[in-house]
């Protein structure tokens, strides 16, 4: 009985640590402002197909679940974004930040560049920001208007492609 009731014990702890880690949970797509896609993980297939290192770009909404992801705040103002798959969204870890980082899905490693400080610019519309650094995440220009649009990091612009709305998924 004692056993069972350190068992217990332990889980609820746990439990309860678990819970207070994230402030604010929601599901969520992230939209741009301006053409109205969004953050979609590839689907498209081969090798990296919903895993570590899928690119992560933009694309008109389908309805697909690689388009939604679960917010969690982890501290004030700053979340991460969950995928499909129980991926992160991120940008590479390899060249770790500055302009032209590309975006990806990982597993959660509790690293600042899977970590984003999302801040109100105007009503309804937000800048997503690494903790890593002062990069933005940024709808490449060139690609800005084109099914399957990069992302990437850029240094803070305060343009179009760096405002994005963040729609609950219900």
């Known amino acids: 009985m004692k056993k069972l009731s350190i068992i217990l014990m332990t889980i609820m702890l746990c439990g309860f640590h678990s819970m207070a880690q994230h402030r604010n949970i929601f599901r969520c797509k992230i939209q741009n402002a301006e053409n109205g896609r969004v953050v979609?993980?590839?689907?498209?297939?081969?090798?990296?197909?919903?895993?570590?290192?899928?690119?992560?770009?933009?694309?008109?909404?389908?309805?697909?679940?690689?388009?939604?992801?679960?917010?969690?705040?982890?501290?004030?103002?700053?979340?991460?974004?969950?995928s499909f798959n129980h991926k992160v969204l991120e940008h590479d870890g390899g060249?770790?930040?500055?302009?032209?980082?590309?975006?990806?899905?990982?597993?959660?490693?509790?690293?600042?560049?899977?970590?984003?400080?999302?801040?109100?610019?105007?009503?309804?519309?937000?800048?997503?920001?690494?903790?890593s650094g002062e990069w933005m995440l940024d709808a490449t220009g060139p690609t800005f208007n084109r099914e399957g649009g990069n992302l990437q990091l850029w240094q803070p612009l305060n343009n179009i492609n760096q405002k994005w709305r963040i729609i609950p998924v219900l």
């Open 95 to 131: 060249s770790m930040h500055g302009n032209g980082t590309r975006m990806q899905i990982w597993d959660w490693l509790n690293g600042n560049n899977q970590k984003w400080r999302v801040r109100q610019v105007a009503p309804g519309i937000y800048s997503i920001q690494s903790l």
């Open 40 to 82: 979609d993980a590839d689907m498209a297939g081969g090798n990296n197909y919903g895993t570590n290192g899928t690119e992560v770009h933009l694309f008109s909404q389908n309805g697909q679940n690689n388009q939604e992801w679960i917010a969690k705040e982890v501290e004030q103002g700053v979340y991460t974004f969950e």
